[in-house]
């Protein structure tokens, strides 16, 4: 198994004589959460999570993320939950960036490490706990599962980025690669989390712009990012968020490769009754 390393929250808070301005952006269309403003001071504590803190890094809210909520958890040595999804009808991700833990997952029992990736299909029993002496640190993310009638649920599974094939690009000479942990043309999958990889001078060569909205979390290396009419510098441990429709592209720029866990909505009709009907608004 490789030795892998993934980015966390710094924690901690900056001394006195530190830089004030940072890179942090809020805009209509785009957010970056840079991970040095990721500090002790702006955890949360979690119902029946013990020993536990979280970045909530995005959550649905009016002109924010509006299908999908992620946090960056950092559970202590003992500490863990018994009852992971506190909400009926919500799958969620799973993936482990340092550390180990017990996971069961309905009624099987998973020892993960960095690396590991789950995915746990709506209502299904789980828990975590950090049986060891080092933190367990982990990305999770949730969404509302939509059902649609004649096509079942997609189950749980537990795999390994080591284990997940990378698929690659078409003409791209092998630099522009993405992991993907779940089937694309599986239609019982409402939400796509995968791992896109850069080498060294990749790019997406062109804006992407699309009915998408997307949590990208970086997982290491550095690259310039287009964020709509912006380009904006990004690193290990940095957070975007991108709203539906927003122009994107990439363009590697450091010297190791970038790699980031790259959250999407997908496989679902537009609800019609997502916004208020004609004559209905007050």
Request: glycine share 8%; with cysteine.
């Amino acid at each position: 198994m490789t030795d892998r390393s993934y980015a966390f929250p710094p924690g901690g808070l900056p001394p006195q004589t530190a830089r004030t301005v940072d890179r942090a952006v809020f805009k209509n269309a785009y957010a970056v959460i840079p991970a040095g403003t990721m500090r002790d001071i702006v955890t949360s504590k979690l119902p029946h999570w013990r020993e536990t803190r979280a970045w909530i890094l995005a959550r649905p809210m009016t002109g924010f993320a509006e299908t999908f909520a992620q946090y960056a958890m950092e559970v202590g040595p003992g500490g863990g939950c018994d009852q992971g999804e506190p909400e009926a009808g919500v799958e969620g991700v799973l993936f482990v960036l340092s550390g180990a833990a017990e996971l069961t997952l309905g009624e099987a029992t998973h020892t993960l490490h960095a690396g590991s990736y789950v995915f746990i299909a709506p209502d299904t029993k789980w828990s975590l706990h950090n049986n060891g002496n080092n933190p367990l640190r982990f990305q999770w993310i949730r969404k509302a599962y939509e059902p649609v009638a004649g096509i079942a649920a997609p189950a749980s599974f537990v795999t390994h980025d080591d284990d997940v094939a990378p698929d690659y690009m078409p003409d791209c000479n092998g630099v522009w690669a993405t992991s993907r942990f779940v089937d694309a043309d599986d239609l019982s999958h409402d939400m796509h989390v995968t791992i896109v990889t850069f080498e060294p001078g990749g790019v997406i060569p062109f804006s992407e712009t699309h009915v998408m909205e997307h949590g990208l979390y970086v997982l290491e290396g550095k690259a310039i990012y287009q964020l709509n009419e912006d380009w904006v510098e990004v690193e290990a441990g940095d957070f975007m968020w991108l709203r539906a429709f927003c122009p994107q592209a990439c363009y590697a720029a450091g010297p190791g490769r970038f790699r980031y866990l790259l959250y999407k909505d997908v496989n679902r009709h537009p609800r019609m009754d997502a916004l208020a009907r004609p004559g209905t608004r007050s």
